[in-house]
């Protein structure tokens, strides 16, 4: 996660735009024109298939910058983001955002960190979905974000998504998810209090 600070967003001519449940901020395929930011509310960033059926490649809170590639390499978005929930985002146009990462090294070298982070993750998750089982494909998911959330070792912290979402995260079908977190449940790996993940 990264957060550039508002106000500083803001002086060099940021804007903010409100988003209803269910809009899309932009499209896979699309060209990019504003750096994003979440103020409120909860995006999901997405691809989808011919059929319709998404992958959820990250739910962006509050604070989390979203659809970074294409203003680095010039590129198209790779994703959809689609507002989960009513949301607020901040936007600042792509040219001033190349500006002030000249102009605040420490912010372009954050920016750095946290590509190369999801990189790390998208790495790990696709050797993950290409060998291993839907128990390790889901913890993996799960210790991904506690990661994220900077919970401590041995600390538990409630899950936010819904099944559908952890199916949409880890490319398995919604059936063998609800019956893989019930033996993580009854092995003792995760916990489940009315219908919440604790993990």
């Known amino acids: 996660m990264i957060m550039i600070n508002l106000d500083l967003l803001l002086a060099w001519g940021a804007s ?6 269910g809009e899309v901020i932009f499209e896979e ?3 990019c024109y504003f750096y994003h930011q979440l103020v409120s509310g909860k995006v999901k960033w997405v691809n989808v298939n011919d059929e319709g059926k998404e992958y959820i490649q990250n739910i962006v809170e509050p604070g989390d910058s979203f659809g970074e590639i294409p203003l ?36 372009n070298f954050e920016f750095s960190k946290l590509l190369a982070k999801r990189l790390r993750y998208k790495f790990i998750l696709l050797k993950t979905n290409a060998f291993e089982s839907p128990e390790k494909r889901i913890t993996v998911l799960l210790n991904y974000l506690k990661a994220e959330k900077r919970i401590p070792s041995g600390q538990t912290f409630m899950v936010d998504l819904t099944r559908q979402q952890i199916a949409n995260m880890t490319g398995l079908r919604v059936e063998t998810v609800i019956r893989t977190i019930r033996s993580l449940n009854d092995r003792g790996e995760l916990t489940i209090e009315q219908g919440k993940i604790y993990f």
């Open 16 to 21: 903010y735009k409100k988003y209803e449940a």
């Open 29 to 31: 395929g699309s060209n």
């Open 72 to 107: 680095f390499d010039d590129g198209f978005y790779v994703a959809t983001a689609i507002a989960y929930e009513a949301s607020l985002v901040i936007r600042l146009p792509k040219k001033v955002f190349t500006h002030i990462l000249i102009d605040n090294p420490e912010i």
